[in-house]
């Protein structure tokens, strides 16, 4: 009788999905209309995958899954804008400022 006995468990579906080509193509359209983009890749977690977030000029930005870092970096050298690792260089100030300004007038674009 194995009544005390772990059961190895299926792991769990993540709550996540994998990264697909309309990830890609928004992060395109977002380089693609705004100015100064650069792009930070962010790692895996318990809970999501591999993201990219891109920050423009102004703050704005976007995040999206990725399959990996090196796809993330392949993505960035594709369109020719800068890739940083945030584990190293931390969010940039414009993307805070730029959510703190959303937090105060949220009506605006």
Same mark, same amino acid.
């Given at each position: 009788? +194995?009544?005390?006995?772990?059961?190895? /468990?299926?792991? &769990?579906? #993540?709550?996540?999905?994998?990264?697909?080509?309309?990830?890609?193509?928004?992060?395109?359209?977002?380089?693609?209309?705004?100015?100064?983009?650069?792009?930070?890749?962010? &790692?895996?977690?318990?809970?999501?995958?591999?993201?990219?977030?891109?920050? +423009?000029?102004? #703050?704005?930005?976007?995040?999206?899954?990725?399959?990996? &870092?090196?796809? +993330?970096?392949?993505?960035?050298?594709?369109? +020719?804008?800068?890739?940083?690792?945030?584990?190293?260089?931390?969010? &940039? /100030?414009?993307?805070?400022?730029?959510?703190?300004?959303?937090?105060?007038?949220?009506?605006?674009?």
């Amino acid at each position: 009788m +194995a009544l005390f006995r772990r059961r190895k /468990q299926a792991r &769990p579906e #993540g709550r996540d999905r994998a990264s697909d080509r309309a990830d890609l193509e928004h992060l395109e359209n977002f380089v693609r209309t705004r100015r100064g983009v650069e792009a930070f890749i962010e &790692p895996r977690t318990t809970v999501t995958e591999t993201t990219v977030i891109l920050i +423009a000029d102004d #703050g704005e930005w976007t995040r999206r899954r990725v399959d990996s &870092p090196e796809g +993330a970096r392949r993505f960035a050298h594709k369109l +020719a804008i800068p890739v940083y690792d945030v584990r190293l260089m931390g969010y &940039p /100030q414009r993307m805070r400022d730029y959510n703190e300004r959303r937090k105060r007038r949220p009506h605006l674009p």
